[in-house]
């Protein structure tokens, strides 16, 4: 089995007119290979080309923890200001802009600064509360509140 660079090769010069025996014999192979390579070409395109093609390793598995799997979802979350540089989501100004240059996007004033951190004032049960349903579900404090509020509204995304 040849690697994915010559099956994309081989679909590019498909795409390009190449007849099948024209690119068989170019990759010195029998034409059914070449036929099998030209079906899997655009396979071997992803492989060779994934969809974080020009982040930093660290910001795509970032961007992967967070549940974006296209560039198309970073786009969407981007563009409904769920990114945003913020210490409290790990996403430092740096990072933020990297994201920004990789998308093409327009900076915006409302996506560049986290929202202002919301103050409240519980009763010792509610914070005893709080602590168990943290505690036992594994999250922080603040996802526990977020989910909750989020459920009271009626949130269809969450």
């Known amino acids: 089995m040849r690697n994915p660079r010559q099956k994309w090769k ?12 024209e690119i068989a014999t170019a990759f010195r192979v029998k034409p059914d290979t070449a036929a099998s390579w030209i079906d899997h070409g655009q396979e071997a395109y992803r492989e060779l080309h994934p969809w974080h093609e020009g982040l930093p390793t660290r910001l795509a598995n970032y961007l992967k923890a967070m549940g974006l799997h296209s560039r198309e979802e970073v786009q969407h979350a981007f563009q ?34 986290a929202p202002p951190p ?14 168990y349903l943290a ?24």
């Open 118 to 131: 919301l103050v409240l004032d519980l009763s010792p049960r509610a914070h005893q509360v709080l602590r």
């Open 80 to 113: 409904r200001g769920q990114l945003y540089a913020g210490v409290e989501n790990g996403l430092g100004e740096m990072r933020y802009r990297e994201i920004i240059d990789w998308l093409g996007a327009d900076e915006s004033p409302s996506h560049w600064q």
């Open 135 to 158: 505690r036992r579900r594994g999250v922080s404090r603040d996802d526990i509140i977020e989910r909750l509020l989020l459920e009271a509204a009626g949130d269809p995304e969450d």
């Open 10 to 21: 081989a679909y590019q010069l498909h795409e390009w007119g190449w007849s099948l025996e």
